[in-house]
């Protein structure tokens, strides 16, 4: 989960560089962005997450108050 954590970083520069683009190339590259973070997500961090709950990075931000 550190390694994604460090990707995390690494893909919220990419997220902000490519906000500067103009938008016929911005488009593209943020639907690209979305689909490799939804990769990540889904088919890596999200196995993980079902059998060590505690490593889950948004447990705080949904946790019920």
């Not at 943020?30 to 939804?38: D, Y």
């Not at 990769?39 to 447990?59: C, M, S, T």
């Amino acid at each position: 989960m550190l390694v994604y954590e460090r990707i995390g970083k690494d893909i919220n520069e990419a997220d902000a560089i490519i906000r500067t683009l103009p938008e016929t190339e911005r488009t593209q590259h943020l639907h690209a962005l979305a689909g490799m973070v939804n990769y990540i997500w889904f088919n890596l961090q999200a196995p993980i997450v079902r059998e060590h709950g505690e490593l889950d990075p948004d447990k705080d931000y949904f946790q019920k108050k």
